[in-house]
Protein backbone atom coordinates (compact mmCIF):
# COMPACT_ATOMS: atom_id res chain seq x y z
CA UNK A 1 0.00 0.00 0.00
CA UNK A 2 0.88 3.53 -0.61
CA UNK A 3 -0.26 6.96 0.24
CA UNK A 4 0.46 9.62 -2.09
CA UNK A 5 -0.26 13.22 -1.25
CA UNK A 6 -0.02 15.88 -3.93
CA UNK A 7 0.55 19.65 -3.24
CA UNK A 8 1.69 22.74 -4.62
CA UNK A 9 -2.20 23.67 -6.87
CA UNK A 10 -3.60 26.72 -6.79
CA UNK A 11 -4.43 29.46 -8.50
CA UNK A 12 -2.68 31.16 -11.24
CA UNK A 13 -3.15 33.90 -14.20
CA UNK A 14 -3.11 32.50 -17.85
CA UNK A 15 0.51 32.15 -18.91
CA UNK A 16 2.04 31.51 -15.08
CA UNK A 17 3.39 28.89 -13.87
CA UNK A 18 3.13 26.04 -11.23
CA UNK A 19 4.93 23.05 -9.61
CA UNK A 20 2.79 20.01 -8.45
CA UNK A 21 4.56 17.47 -5.58
CA UNK A 22 3.66 13.87 -5.51
CA UNK A 23 5.22 13.13 -2.24
CA UNK A 24 4.85 9.23 -0.56
CA UNK A 25 6.57 7.91 3.32
CA UNK A 26 5.73 3.80 2.87
CA UNK A 27 7.75 3.75 -0.64
CA UNK A 28 10.61 4.98 -2.61
CA UNK A 29 8.94 6.58 -5.73
CA UNK A 30 12.09 5.80 -7.25
CA UNK A 31 11.70 2.57 -8.12
CA UNK A 32 8.36 2.69 -9.90
CA UNK A 33 6.03 4.46 -12.45
CA UNK A 34 4.99 7.58 -11.74
CA UNK A 35 1.69 9.33 -13.77
CA UNK A 36 -0.23 12.29 -13.44
CA UNK A 37 -3.65 13.10 -14.45
CA UNK A 38 -6.16 15.36 -14.19
CA UNK A 39 -9.94 16.07 -14.62
CA UNK A 40 -12.27 19.47 -15.25
CA UNK A 41 -15.34 20.04 -13.82
CA UNK A 42 -17.76 17.43 -16.63
CA UNK A 43 -14.89 15.91 -17.92
CA UNK A 44 -13.16 12.43 -17.88
CA UNK A 45 -9.92 12.01 -16.32
CA UNK A 46 -6.84 12.17 -18.74
CA UNK A 47 -3.44 11.46 -18.30
CA UNK A 48 -1.01 14.04 -18.24
CA UNK A 49 2.44 13.11 -18.26
CA UNK A 50 4.34 10.01 -16.77
CA UNK A 51 7.25 9.01 -15.85
CA UNK A 52 8.32 4.93 -16.38
CA UNK A 53 10.28 2.62 -13.29
CA UNK A 54 13.65 2.74 -13.94
CA UNK A 55 13.22 6.34 -15.95
CA UNK A 56 13.64 4.34 -19.03
CA UNK A 57 10.72 6.30 -20.64
CA UNK A 58 8.27 9.25 -20.24
CA UNK A 59 4.98 10.55 -21.91
CA UNK A 60 3.21 13.46 -22.40
CA UNK A 61 -0.46 14.23 -23.64
CA UNK A 62 -0.19 16.76 -26.81
CA UNK A 63 -1.91 19.31 -24.97
CA UNK A 64 0.86 19.56 -22.44
CA UNK A 65 3.98 19.22 -24.45
CA UNK A 66 6.25 21.68 -24.69
CA UNK A 67 4.68 23.09 -21.57
CA UNK A 68 4.71 20.18 -18.27
CA UNK A 69 7.98 18.32 -17.52
CA UNK A 70 8.06 15.43 -15.01
CA UNK A 71 10.82 15.09 -12.67
CA UNK A 72 11.92 12.51 -9.72
CA UNK A 73 13.67 14.20 -6.47
CA UNK A 74 15.17 11.38 -5.04
CA UNK A 75 16.29 13.12 -1.91
CA UNK A 76 12.76 14.17 -1.46
CA UNK A 77 11.29 11.15 -2.23
CA UNK A 78 8.85 13.06 -4.59
CA UNK A 79 7.62 13.46 -8.27
CA UNK A 80 7.68 16.84 -9.48
CA UNK A 81 5.21 18.41 -12.77
CA UNK A 82 6.44 21.72 -13.81
CA UNK A 83 3.74 23.39 -15.89
CA UNK A 84 5.00 26.16 -17.90
CA UNK A 85 2.80 28.82 -19.47
CA UNK A 86 -1.05 27.72 -18.21
CA UNK A 87 -3.97 28.20 -19.80
CA UNK A 88 -7.06 28.11 -18.45
CA UNK A 89 -8.16 25.03 -20.18
CA UNK A 90 -5.41 23.43 -17.97
CA UNK A 91 -7.91 24.25 -14.71
CA UNK A 92 -8.40 20.93 -13.07
CA UNK A 93 -8.34 18.89 -9.82
CA UNK A 94 -4.36 17.48 -10.54
CA UNK A 95 -3.50 13.53 -9.34
CA UNK A 96 -0.77 11.83 -9.13
CA UNK A 97 -0.67 7.90 -9.21
CA UNK A 98 1.44 4.79 -8.87
CA UNK A 99 1.12 1.13 -9.90
CA UNK A 100 3.65 -0.59 -7.60
CA UNK A 101 5.36 -2.20 -10.36
CA UNK A 102 8.91 -3.17 -10.72
CA UNK A 103 8.99 -2.94 -13.96
CA UNK A 104 6.26 -0.34 -15.91
CA UNK A 105 6.30 1.50 -18.76
CA UNK A 106 3.91 4.41 -19.40
CA UNK A 107 1.21 3.36 -21.59
CA UNK A 108 0.49 4.99 -24.62
CA UNK A 109 -2.31 7.59 -24.25
CA UNK A 110 -1.52 6.95 -20.03
CA UNK A 111 -5.19 5.49 -19.31
CA UNK A 112 -5.89 6.07 -15.76
CA UNK A 113 -6.59 2.25 -15.57
CA UNK A 114 -2.95 1.38 -15.51
CA UNK A 115 -2.47 3.14 -12.19
CA UNK A 116 -3.95 1.35 -9.12
CA UNK A 117 -2.71 3.85 -6.26
CA UNK A 118 -4.04 7.72 -6.10
CA UNK A 119 -3.25 10.42 -4.53
CA UNK A 120 -6.42 13.10 -2.99
CA UNK A 121 -5.65 15.40 -6.06
CA UNK A 122 -4.71 18.91 -5.74
CA UNK A 123 -6.54 21.89 -7.42
CA UNK A 124 -5.28 24.00 -10.14
CA UNK A 125 -7.16 27.07 -11.14
CA UNK A 126 -6.09 29.23 -14.42
CA UNK A 127 -7.80 32.70 -14.83
CA UNK A 128 -7.61 34.41 -18.01
Known amino acids: QVHLVESGGGLVQSGGSLRLSCAAS????????IGWFRQAPGKEREGVSCISSGDRSSYSAESVKGRFTISRDSAKNAVYLQMNSLKPEDTAVYYC?????????????????????WGQGTLVTVSE
Open 26 to 33: EVSLDHYA
Open 97 to 117: ATDLLPVSDCMHNLPPTQFEY
